[in-house]
């Protein structure tokens, strides 16, 4: 390579040239010069023209054009700044828009903003979009890569491969229509608990609603004692870890998710990494004291003391999960059940007060299946039409987690016209 024309056997035109191995065509380094020098013959003009118009119309006919609609972003920083700020979710202009796109430091980002843009994608071409991205601070930091709803089916960073598939069929062992009814007694305990401490001292809402679900699941997963308080330790702990996780999640809260070379900065240099490291020691010590109480003096058949983690564990031979993994997979089911419950029952207890009517005919409803000499029961869910429509409606109006989980894309996809590209958030 060099300035010299006889390299290559090329035509002279001032320009850098090679010969590729195994190709008999010169290869030209368009340098501005060699570009200049193009330019200035006639044949060349025409060489550069052509060039520019297949780089202009390759440009217009480029699917990275068609993403869907978004605020503006900066040069380079893309829409960085916008993840923090979330005014222009409201703007009037995106608001109607079926699906909205971002891009901040490289990282494409997709909002699903209607029904039918969240079941042609996530329900329909559920093979495409139903990856989990990576969440270095989030997952593999203060979760240690072991909170399972953020695990990938073919997670190649996961040094124990195929713990999506133990763990996701440990759960749903766990959570089988038939599992669930062992655990219907400490439901209706702690609904006729919650319905006198209402009675009691109804200014207190949240608070009952908030002990109620965490001293089911705690019952429920550890066979852990009523609760008296929402304040119980363990309980102020796996909170913790639930805010520390889902802040950390966020889109922008952590630099290192769009610039994953900061995971090899060293610790004593980056104090988010000391504190996430320093986090998942104590979330794990929580988890794992949790998960071990629940088996101290467990019935070698399992029978004396159900929970979810006992039944994990005397499967174990079958799921294959460590210790840790079960001890964490315990944990990640008290955080998916405690705040999005008791946040629906605060949002039920509003839509009530809000709408006596509908208040009125559900009373009626229950009266007329259940009356007044007993508590409702499981079995009467069947028969109470009305009150399970209110429920799925409260669910709708003001879900728990408008932005559910992030889901990631595995490959390049056409919507409407609009190309939400691969690796896509
Ligand atoms: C009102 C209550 C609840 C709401 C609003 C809610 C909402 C959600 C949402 C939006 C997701 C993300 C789904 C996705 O990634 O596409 C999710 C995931 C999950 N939820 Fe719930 N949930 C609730 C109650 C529960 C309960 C009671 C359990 C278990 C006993 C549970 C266990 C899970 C699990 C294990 C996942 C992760 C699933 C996966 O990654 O495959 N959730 N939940």
């Not at 570009?35 to 699917?63: D, H, K, M, N, Q």
């Amino acid at each position: 390579m060099g300035r010299n024309p006889s390299v290559g056997g090329s035509v002279h035109l001032g320009c850098d040239t090679t010969v590729l191995p195994g190709s008999s065509f010169p290869y030209y380094h368009l340098s501005p010069d060699c570009v200049w020098e193009l330019a200035t013959t006639r044949g060349g003009l025409a060489v550069v023209l052509g060039l520019a118009l297949i780089i202009v119309v390759r440009y217009f006919r480029s699917p990275w054009r068609r993403v869907p609609p978004g605020p503006r972003g900066l040069p380079l920083i893309g829409n960085a700044s916008e993840l923090r700020d979330k005014v222009w979710l409201f703007s009037q202009r995106l608001q109607t828009k079926d699906v909205m796109y971002l891009s901040a430091l490289g990282q494409p980002i997709l909002f699903l903003n209607s029904l039918k843009a969240a079941s042609e994608l996530l329900d329909r071409r559920g093979t495409i979009y139903s990856a989990r991205p990576r969440l270095i601070m989030a997952q593999e930091i203060i979760s240690g890569g072991l909170l399972f709803g953020f695990l990938n089916v073919d997670d190649t960073k996961c040094l124990a491969r195929g713990r999506w598939r133990r763990s996701r069929r440990a759960a749903h062992q766990g959570l089988t229509k038939a599992a669930v009814r062992n655990y219907h007694s400490i439901l209706r305990k702690e609904g006729v608990l919650l319905t006198s401490a209402l009675l009691a001292d109804p200014g207190a809402l949240e608070k009952h609603f908030e002990r109620t679900t965490a001293s089911t699941m705690m019952s429920i997963l550890y066979d852990y004692p009523t609760l008296r308080s929402e304040n119980e330790k363990s309980v102020k702990e796996a909170v913790a870890y639930a805010d520390r996780m889902s802040g950390s999640a966020a889109p922008g809260a952590y630099l290192v998710e769009l610039l994953p070379w900061m995971l090899h900065i060293p610790e004593r240099f980056a104090r988010w990494k000391y504190e996430g490291n320093r986090d998942f020691t104590r979330f794990n010590t929580l988890f794992e004291s949790l998960f071990n109480r629940a088996l101290v003096g467990m019935d070698p058949e399992g029978s004396e003391r159900p929970s979810i983690s006992a039944s994990v564990f005397e499967d174990s031979g079958d799921n294959q999960l460590s210790r840790q993994e079960m001890a964490w997979l315990a944990g990640a089911l008290f955080v998916a059940v405690a705040e999005t419950t008791s946040t629906t029952m605060s949002w039920w207890t509003l839509a009530m007060i809000a709408h006596p009517e509908v208040q009125k005919r559900a009373h009626i409803e229950l009266d007329t299946v259940v009356g007044r000499s007993r508590t409702p029961t499981f079995s009467d869910a069947p028969n109470l039409p009305y009150i399970q429509a209110i429920v799925k409606e409260i669910l709708r109006w003001r879900p728990a987690l408008p932005f559910s989980l992030p889901h990631s894309t595995t490959e390049d996809d056409w919507y409407n016209g609009m190309f939400p590209e691969s690796h896509a958030m």
